[in-house]
């Protein structure tokens, strides 16, 4: 069985449709497939009705959330897309989207990008709005040819565009999405720069809070970071969850179902599902 459990579609950063996202992992081969978009469960439903029989659709989301000052995302999986902790949690995620959408325009204009509330807008077409869509208005006005370059000059940590203090706490959105029968999932945990030592507190707070997994594998990673993950998932009693993190297919080493493998030891999310 196949398993891709971090995806996104066009409904937050994402490329594709949700359709066209279930199109492109039956064309890989997907069994099932998680659709985590960040902030919103927006494209669900649009997936599940895409699926047919032969791929499953696990409902998901990627939250954003804050701890010792540092961006962590959190991936929910199996929630009840309806059910009102997670309605609410979802409204007001959206509302802090769109305030730290007008702060980094603000700044953005401050450093000379014109335009960049309604630059980003165009690109976010009404989606939950987020970074890369300011970056592709950075790109098309040409005060960066790549994304790369757009997050390291504007976007990335540290740099002008990069607002996140408002995030909620991961004992918060670990609580939502206990509350909305899902289980809580540390999102790629060698994202984040941390030393081993700060990772290990980081999964202590995220166990105490209701947290039940982390992605033991991410897209493309080395061997040494998956031994690593592995290592640290047994070591605070966590399930193993994998997934692409897949945006688009412009990216061509991202796509849905594509990633190294899990070790075959692993107690996997799905073990209990
Ligand atoms: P946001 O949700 O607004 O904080 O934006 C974070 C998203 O930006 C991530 O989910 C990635 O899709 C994208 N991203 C972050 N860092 C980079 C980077 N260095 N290059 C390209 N995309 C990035
Ligand atoms: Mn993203
Ligand atoms: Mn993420
Ligand atoms: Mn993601």
Redesign the pocket.
């Known amino acids: 069985m196949l398993y891709d459990l971090h995806t996104h579609s066009h409904c937050s950063?994402g490329k594709l449709s949700p359709e066209e996202l279930v199109a492109l992992a039956k064309m890989n081969k997907v069994d099932v497939l998680a659709l985590t978009d960040?902030d919103t469960v927006a494209g669900v439903s649009a997936a599940k009705a895409a699926a047919g029989d032969d791929l499953t659709i696990i409902p998901g989301i990627e939250v954003?959330s804050l701890w010792a000052g540092r961006?962590i995302h959190i991936v929910g999986l199996q929630i009840d897309i309806d059910s009102p902790d997670l309605q609410q949690a979802v409204a007001q995620q959206s509302d802090l989207r769109l305030e730290r959408a007008k702060t980094i325009a603000l700044r953005l204009e401050k450093v000379g990008i014109k335009n960049a509330w309604e630059g980003a807008q165009t690109y976010a077409k009404g989606a939950a709005i987020?970074?890369?869509h300011f970056?592709q208005h950075i790109i098309s006005e040409g005060y960066a040819t790549n994304?790369?370059q757009a997050?390291k000059r504007y976007l990335?940590a540290g740099k002008v565009g990069d607002v996140k203090s408002q995030w909620p706490s991961i004992n918060s959105v670990i609580e939502w999405i206990n509350a909305a029968g899902g289980i809580a999932i540390l999102a790629h945990p060698d994202k984040y720069g941390l030393t081993r030592t700060k990772l290990y507190s980081l999964l202590e707070e995220f166990s105490a809070a209701g947290g039940k997994a982390i992605e033991v594998v991410s897209g493309h990673q080395t061997l040494a970071v998956t031994q690593k993950l592995h290592r640290a998932a047994i070591d605070f009693s966590l399930l193993a969850s994998c997934g692409s993190d897949f945006?688009s297919p412009d990216n061509r080493w991202q796509s849905p179902g594509i990633m190294s493998p899990l070790p075959k030891k692993c107690q996997a999310v799905w073990d209990f599902w």
């Open positions: 950063d960040h954003s961006s987020g970074r890369p970056a994304f790369a997050f990335g945006h």
